[in-house]
């Protein structure tokens, strides 16, 4: 006798659970399949050196909705966050430039290259507040269609549209120029320190196949301090036991629910008839059956691969294959014997404690773009460093640490071709280590295992489309009623009873849940099952 | 002026925020950063330890020793194991309480009493008919609690004793690298912790040898807002801000019953007389006027309040302590008399004393929220404490 459920969630990734164990507190029977045999997607914590937790892919939380950790009680399945409270950008001449949790601290760092921008730093961050807030509520809203009549989406619309009319002047054209702007340029009206301005400005590059100086990286800024509205909040963090124990958090919440999860259970084809989805087929043969599927794998691996062309329109599949994926980082993981210092700030101290920015001048980021341009990775990458095992002993043997390293830019697409990463792979693990060893010398010889991930590896081994590390790229054209494509942003698809509820939906990428929240809230409502 | 604890060369030293606080006589560290997270992190994460020396301590003696501590505490003491630590309280005839502590048992005849204001003349007071002898500890004995989930990996470095035979609420004489003193599986925070007792002349040998020690663990120093914000997480009253002791209250309304604080599972009522225990049998017939409840004030409200006035939610990052009134559709049943956010369950909680008709679980309040000058009031649920318990603590 064949199982039956309400809704099969693809993909056990952080956005499937969440949405899973919405739809279990609803009092749906839910069934998870997950292709790895650990849980998590990108949101996963592997130990692949005995005794060291490394956070694969996504190393810190950003935003991970409050709401959400409330309603499913992660703390008591075992969320804890770390907040990330410090940044730091190592020079390899100079002392560098630390932001610290303490403003007057901080305001004496950037006045030592510029006391106009130590004034204006603070002002900066009250003035992005003020756009953020009104920024914010998006992400916790399902996007309503320009184009509908229906009430529910007018009045939202009526909201939206009301909530701009009260922005003051000032703050509305600020918005509008962070919507076009470069990251560079957007920056270059408030400060004059390159010091400054290099490590706030890669914000708007992390996760996207453009430079500091291409329009539209502005926007991707103003992410970040949605992290400083959540407050008290403090949305950007660590996870204690690595990012990985988020997702296994959720899960712990979803089982207690009643969800049914499976890992090694690569779904290979998702069930259509009549243009309506009715369940799955596992690679090994077994199907299930469900009122809905719900896929949380990214949008070109669900409508190109467990849909397939022949149910979709010509239109739909070409929209699809516009929505660009286009990986441009890489990652690599390392278990430290000992902890190396910095040069030009020695020791273990807080500020190594936060993140850490190798991101020394506009120009030096500008560069390692135009080699991406070219299909090569960057001799010389933005790199940024967290070593959780100094605020999270968990993750490390008593003295020893791990350190994560996301690199920017690795164009999935190398000139020679994508599959030539494997190739290339270690080679760029030494550029990624060569570079880093520049600002901290012993680092190469405290190193006891390294892991090297390339776009083509996270593509092949964690299933996301070109390495994307966001199921799509957080562009403007990308977002909200447009992701991943016009008309099919509510979590919907032209395939009945088959949704989406992952990052390649709104609100997008990052370890939020706002997308899998909000999937479940809308099948709910829509009564889909 | 408030005098230096024992460990005050090595407080002193961190503190270079200068934030202090008199604790008991003493000077107490309120914050070593100026950034308090990174202090609750390692409590929550790794480890903390924290001077706790100010605390008053009295050792008691003598073959009556149980026999007396059982006639004066709410909780019969004389059962309580050799190596075991009980929390109580200890009330006045009324059945009011005078203060909430630890009693622990550390021989046949031989006790000792934390409490949180200071309690010799009580004791002695009640101890003629005893034969038993009562030391105020207090200056003799240094105290250091050392709490958070790696507490326990750090302590294998530094003491002898048997950790996985110390359960929760145990006791243990040791060693602490070569200095002899009391380890108990005790604390304020509600997580996996140990306090450890020595001689005050050997108290800086063992924060030096924990610290060394705790490094590679993730231990920090923390101080007292830190431990608020965890005591409130752990739903912890505490003496003279959720309730006034009876010797310290100014009216009758001022006081409270061990019920009425939620401490009616440390009164022994089926036992010989004690002080306090005709009212409290007689409060347990016709129960208690007021219950202490947990809140979980509502963040959406809170979110959507401040939105009226063009600001998002701005909540301290400390733990508050000035009591706050609670209403039930319009009508004041009681008051909130302390709270904290909860950085790690994401909650805005509070500590409210109500009407015991308002106190079921799941019953939704208001509390009062002062925005832009204006007082308004947001919903605010019963629910159960502790807000956070994790399976460690136990463990």
Redesign the interface.
């Given at each position: 006798m064949m199982k039956s459920y309400d809704a099969i969630v693809i993909g056990g990734g952080h956005n499937g659970l969440v949405c899973a164990a919405y739809l279990a507190k609803a009092g749906r029977r839910v069934l998870v399949l997950e292709r790895r045999y650990v849980l998590g997607g990108a949101a996963v914590t592997e130990e692949l050196y005995p005794g060291f937790k490394y956070s694969v892919c996504s190393y810190v939380v950003s935003l991970l909705r409050?709401?959400i950790?409330?309603d499913l009680e992660l703390?008591r399945h075992g969320l804890?966050?770390?907040?990330l409270?410090c940044s730091f950008s190592p020079h390899i001449d100079g002392p560098g430039l630390v932001r610290?949790?303490?403003p007057e601290?901080t305001r004496r760092e950037i006045a030592a290259y510029s006391q106009r921008d130590a004034d204006i730093y603070p002002l900066f961050g009250r003035a992005m507040?003020q756009i953020a807030?009104w920024v914010k509520p998006i992400i916790d809203m399902v996007p309503p269609d320009p184009t509908s009549f229906r009430l529910g989406q007018v009045r939202d619309l009526f909201h939206l549209g009301r909530r701009i009319r009260d922005l003051d002047d000032q703050t509305l054209a600020r918005l509008v120029k962070m919507m076009t702007m470069s990251a560079a340029d957007f920056l270059d009206e408030w400060f004059e320190s390159d010091a400054l301005k290099a490590p706030m400005s890669v914000s708007g590059i992390i996760g996207t196949y453009l430079g500091v100086r291409s329009p539209g990286t502005a926007y991707v800024l103003l992410h970040h301090y949605m992290g400083e509205?959540d407050?008290?909040?403090?949305a950007w963090g660590l996870s204690?036991g690595g990012t990985g124990q988020i997702s296994l958090a959720i899960a712990s919440a979803a089982r207690s629910l009643g969800v049914e999860i499976r890992t090694e259970a690569p779904v290979a084809k998702i069930l259509i008839d009549d243009k309506t989805a009715s369940g799955v087929v596992l690679e090994d043969g077994t199907e299930y059956r469900a009122k809905a599927v719900v896929s949380a794998v990214d949008p070109h691996r669900t409508f190109l691969g467990l849909v397939g062309f022949e149910h979709l329109d010509d239109d739909f599949v070409a929209q699809v294959r516009r929505f660009r994926m286009r990986g441009s980082s890489g990652k690599v993981n390392l278990a430290l014997d000992r902890l190396p210092d910095f040069t030009c700030r020695p020791g273990d101290g807080?500020h190594v404690?936060g993140d850490i920015a190798v991101a020394p001048s506009m120009e030096y980021l500008e560069r390692a773009y135009d080699e991406a341009k070219y299909g090569m990775y960057s001799r010389r990458p933005y790199l940024n460093v967290v070593i959780p095992s100094?605020?999270?002993?968990?993750v490390a043997p008593?003295?020893k640490h791990v350190m994560s390293i996301f690199v920017q830019y690795a164009p999935y697409h190398l000139a020679d071709g994508a599959e030539m990463w494997t190739d290339k792979r270690e080679q760029f693990g030494d550029t990624v280590v060569e570079t880093l060893a520049e600002y901290c010398p012993g680092l190469k010889e405290a190193i006891l295992h390294r892991q090297v991930l390339t776009p083509w590896d996270l593509e092949q081994e964690m299933g996301l489309t070109e390495g994307n590390i966001f199921h799509g790229e957080l562009g403007l054209e990308q977002l909200f009623f447009l992701r991943p494509v016009p008309g099919w942003a509510r979590y919907r698809t032209p395939i009945r009873r088959l949704w989406m509820c992952g990052s390649g939906t709104h609100p997008g990428g990052g370890v939020m849940g706002a997308p899998g929240a909000l999937a479940a809230q809308t099948l709910l409502e829509e009564r889909a099952l | 002026m408030p005098l230096p604890t024992p460990l005050h060369p090595r407080t002193s030293a961190l503190c270079v925020t200068y934030l202090w606080k008199e604790w008991a006589g003493y000077h107490a560290v309120r914050a070593y950063?100026?950034?308090p997270?990174?202090e609750y992190?390692a409590v929550?994460?790794?480890a903390g330890l924290i001077d706790v020396t100010p605390l008053y301590k009295y050792d008691v003696t003598g073959e009556d020793a149980a026999a007396f501590l059982s006639r004066v505490m709410v909780r019969d003491v004389a059962e309580l194991k050799i190596g075991r630590v009980a929390y109580l309280c200890w009330c006045d005839d009324d059945g009011k309480v005078i203060d909430d502590g630890t009693c622990a048992r550390l021989a046949p005849n031989h006790y000792r009493v934390t409490a949180a204001a200071p309690a010799y003349h009580w004791l002695s007071h009640n101890a003629a008919r005893f034969r038993v002898t009562i030391e105020d500890t207090s200056a003799k004995l240094a105290a250091l609690a050392l709490q958070g989930?790696?507490s326990r990996?750090i302590l294998r470095h530094v003491c002898d004793a048997d950790l996985d035979a110390v359960k929760f609420f145990g006791l243990v004489e040791t060693r602490f690298d070569g200095v002899h003193g009391v380890l108990t599986r005790t604390g304020y925070t509600g997580d996996l912790g140990y306090e450890l007792w020595v001689q005050s002349e050997q108290a800086l040998a063992l924060w030096d040898s924990l610290m060394m020690h705790g490094?590679?663990?993730?231990l920090e120093p923390f101080g007292l807002d830190t431990l608020d914000i965890c005591r409130i997480e752990a739903g912890f009253i505490l003496h003279g801000v959720d309730y006034h002791g009876a010797h310290q209250a100014l009216t009758e309304a001022q006081k409270s019953t061990p019920l009425e604080l939620g401490l009616g599972w440390t009164v022994t009522l089926e036992r010989g007389p004690f002080i306090g225990s005709r009212a409290l049998a007689a409060e347990r017939e016709r129960g208690q006027k007021w219950d202490l409840v947990g809140l979980d004030i509502d963040?959406?409200a809170t979110e959507e309040l401040y939105d009226q006035y063009g600001?998002?939610?701005?909540?301290?990052?400390a733990a508050w302590r000035t009591p706050i009134p609670v209403y039930r559709k319009g009508r004041q049943v009681g008051r909130a008399s302390s709270g904290t956010?909860s950085?790690?369950?994401?909650?805005n909680l509070a500590l409210a004393t109500v009407q015991a008709d308002c106190s079921a679980v799941g019953t939704v309040l208001d509390i009062e929220m002062t925005v832009e000058w204006e007082r308004r009031t947001v919903p605010a649920t019963v629910v159960k404490t502790p807000f956070?318990d994790p399976a460690r603590k136990k463990s």
């Amino acid at each position: 006798m064949m199982k039956s459920y309400d809704a099969i969630v693809i993909g056990g990734g952080h956005n499937g659970l969440v949405c899973a164990a919405y739809l279990a507190k609803a009092g749906r029977r839910v069934l998870v399949l997950e292709r790895r045999y650990v849980l998590g997607g990108a949101a996963v914590t592997e130990e692949l050196y005995p005794g060291f937790k490394y956070s694969v892919c996504s190393y810190v939380v950003s935003l991970l909705r409050p709401h959400i950790i409330r309603d499913l009680e992660l703390a008591r399945h075992g969320l804890e966050i770390l907040p990330l409270e410090c940044s730091f950008s190592p020079h390899i001449d100079g002392p560098g430039l630390v932001r610290w949790p303490d403003p007057e601290q901080t305001r004496r760092e950037i006045a030592a290259y510029s006391q106009r921008d130590a004034d204006i730093y603070p002002l900066f961050g009250r003035a992005m507040m003020q756009i953020a807030r009104w920024v914010k509520p998006i992400i916790d809203m399902v996007p309503p269609d320009p184009t509908s009549f229906r009430l529910g989406q007018v009045r939202d619309l009526f909201h939206l549209g009301r909530r701009i009319r009260d922005l003051d002047d000032q703050t509305l054209a600020r918005l509008v120029k962070m919507m076009t702007m470069s990251a560079a340029d957007f920056l270059d009206e408030w400060f004059e320190s390159d010091a400054l301005k290099a490590p706030m400005s890669v914000s708007g590059i992390i996760g996207t196949y453009l430079g500091v100086r291409s329009p539209g990286t502005a926007y991707v800024l103003l992410h970040h301090y949605m992290g400083e509205i959540d407050g008290a909040f403090r949305a950007w963090g660590l996870s204690r036991g690595g990012t990985g124990q988020i997702s296994l958090a959720i899960a712990s919440a979803a089982r207690s629910l009643g969800v049914e999860i499976r890992t090694e259970a690569p779904v290979a084809k998702i069930l259509i008839d009549d243009k309506t989805a009715s369940g799955v087929v596992l690679e090994d043969g077994t199907e299930y059956r469900a009122k809905a599927v719900v896929s949380a794998v990214d949008p070109h691996r669900t409508f190109l691969g467990l849909v397939g062309f022949e149910h979709l329109d010509d239109d739909f599949v070409a929209q699809v294959r516009r929505f660009r994926m286009r990986g441009s980082s890489g990652k690599v993981n390392l278990a430290l014997d000992r902890l190396p210092d910095f040069t030009c700030r020695p020791g273990d101290g807080l500020h190594v404690r936060g993140d850490i920015a190798v991101a020394p001048s506009m120009e030096y980021l500008e560069r390692a773009y135009d080699e991406a341009k070219y299909g090569m990775y960057s001799r010389r990458p933005y790199l940024n460093v967290v070593i959780p095992s100094l605020t999270d002993p968990s993750v490390a043997p008593p003295g020893k640490h791990v350190m994560s390293i996301f690199v920017q830019y690795a164009p999935y697409h190398l000139a020679d071709g994508a599959e030539m990463w494997t190739d290339k792979r270690e080679q760029f693990g030494d550029t990624v280590v060569e570079t880093l060893a520049e600002y901290c010398p012993g680092l190469k010889e405290a190193i006891l295992h390294r892991q090297v991930l390339t776009p083509w590896d996270l593509e092949q081994e964690m299933g996301l489309t070109e390495g994307n590390i966001f199921h799509g790229e957080l562009g403007l054209e990308q977002l909200f009623f447009l992701r991943p494509v016009p008309g099919w942003a509510r979590y919907r698809t032209p395939i009945r009873r088959l949704w989406m509820c992952g990052s390649g939906t709104h609100p997008g990428g990052g370890v939020m849940g706002a997308p899998g929240a909000l999937a479940a809230q809308t099948l709910l409502e829509e009564r889909a099952l | 002026m408030p005098l230096p604890t024992p460990l005050h060369p090595r407080t002193s030293a961190l503190c270079v925020t200068y934030l202090w606080k008199e604790w008991a006589g003493y000077h107490a560290v309120r914050a070593y950063s100026t950034s308090p997270e990174r202090e609750y992190n390692a409590v929550r994460q790794g480890a903390g330890l924290i001077d706790v020396t100010p605390l008053y301590k009295y050792d008691v003696t003598g073959e009556d020793a149980a026999a007396f501590l059982s006639r004066v505490m709410v909780r019969d003491v004389a059962e309580l194991k050799i190596g075991r630590v009980a929390y109580l309280c200890w009330c006045d005839d009324d059945g009011k309480v005078i203060d909430d502590g630890t009693c622990a048992r550390l021989a046949p005849n031989h006790y000792r009493v934390t409490a949180a204001a200071p309690a010799y003349h009580w004791l002695s007071h009640n101890a003629a008919r005893f034969r038993v002898t009562i030391e105020d500890t207090s200056a003799k004995l240094a105290a250091l609690a050392l709490q958070g989930p790696m507490s326990r990996h750090i302590l294998r470095h530094v003491c002898d004793a048997d950790l996985d035979a110390v359960k929760f609420f145990g006791l243990v004489e040791t060693r602490f690298d070569g200095v002899h003193g009391v380890l108990t599986r005790t604390g304020y925070t509600g997580d996996l912790g140990y306090e450890l007792w020595v001689q005050s002349e050997q108290a800086l040998a063992l924060w030096d040898s924990l610290m060394m020690h705790g490094r590679d663990y993730g231990l920090e120093p923390f101080g007292l807002d830190t431990l608020d914000i965890c005591r409130i997480e752990a739903g912890f009253i505490l003496h003279g801000v959720d309730y006034h002791g009876a010797h310290q209250a100014l009216t009758e309304a001022q006081k409270s019953t061990p019920l009425e604080l939620g401490l009616g599972w440390t009164v022994t009522l089926e036992r010989g007389p004690f002080i306090g225990s005709r009212a409290l049998a007689a409060e347990r017939e016709r129960g208690q006027k007021w219950d202490l409840v947990g809140l979980d004030i509502d963040w959406q409200a809170t979110e959507e309040l401040y939105d009226q006035y063009g600001l998002p939610p701005a909540l301290s990052m400390a733990a508050w302590r000035t009591p706050i009134p609670v209403y039930r559709k319009g009508r004041q049943v009681g008051r909130a008399s302390s709270g904290t956010w909860s950085p790690l369950l994401k909650k805005n909680l509070a500590l409210a004393t109500v009407q015991a008709d308002c106190s079921a679980v799941g019953t939704v309040l208001d509390i009062e929220m002062t925005v832009e000058w204006e007082r308004r009031t947001v919903p605010a649920t019963v629910v159960k404490t502790p807000f956070f318990d994790p399976a460690r603590k136990k463990s």
